[in-house]
């Protein structure tokens, strides 16, 4: 079946450091890939979304580009704030699967001052 | 932006009793789902509905998982009779179209079975 795998948290890191939080993802179809966000209390929300191979997406800093030949969509950003603290799913959707978006594992990120 | 709303919060029910979650999703969306995370795991797929049916299923989506959307009111999830496995917060999503739309997430409903 479909599948993504993330880098395991936590990550901690001082403000203005740089983050990677590597994706992989397994799927016999053509993906839309995703990044969420989830703070604490709250449900996931859409950080952004790239529906082709070797796109990037990107907001607020954040960025990911599609990569189909190595099956990966790492996220990125070249400076972290505290306020950036939250947990960061991968996830895919196929549609032939139901429309259902299948999610990584989350990766913890903690940004201290 | 547009928001999912969920219904309860919170909800303390004891083992064996029924117990229905409401999710009134984006207004113009036509996909619904729910999703199960157990505090500090992952997000787990449980259903989705299209149309008035479900379209699939997950292994977790227990005979005792139930759902609904009648009349285009809430969209329901049901279990009957809960068990103290069920204890996790429950996310309703909804979307416009399928792969590839936005998904929009509610805030959860976090159910403790006693």
């Known amino acids: 079946g479909d599948s993504v795998t993330q880098t395991e948290g936590p990550v901690t890191l001082s403000e203005g450091t740089s983050l990677t939080v590597n994706c992989s993802y397994e799927t016999k179809q053509y993906p839309t890939l995703f990044w969420y966000v989830q703070y604490p209390g709250e449900g996931p929300q859409l950080l952004f979304k790239?529906?082709?191979?070797?796109e990037k997406g990107s907001n607020r800093g954040f960025e990911a580009t599609y990569n189909k030949e190595a099956t990966s969509f790492h996220l990125q950003k070249a400076s972290v704030q505290e306020s950036d603290s939250a947990v960061y799913y991968c996830a895919l959707s196929v549609a032939s699967s139901g429309q259902k978006l299948v999610f990584g594992q989350g990766t913890i990120l903690k940004v201290y001052l | 932006g547009p928001k999912v709303l969920q219904i309860p919060s919170h909800q303390i029910i004891d083992m064996g009793q029924m117990v229905t979650l409401n999710c009134d999703p984006v207004s113009n969306h036509l996909y619904f789902y729910w999703y199960k995370q157990i505090l500090g795991q992952q997000m787990e797929f449980l259903v989705n509905f299209y149309n008035g049916k479900v379209m699939e299923k997950s292994k977790l989506f227990k005979d005792q998982f139930s759902v609904e959307r009648p009349d285009g009111s809430y969209f329901t999830l049901k279990i009957q009779p809960t068990a103290l496995e069920d204890s996790a917060v429950y996310f309703c999503?909804?979307?416009?179209?399928?792969?590839?739309?936005?998904?929009?997430f509610g805030s959860g409903t976090r159910l403790l079975v006693i």
């Open positions: 999503a909804s979307s416009l179209a399928g792969s590839g739309s936005d998904y929009t």
């Open positions: 790239v529906p082709k191979a070797n």
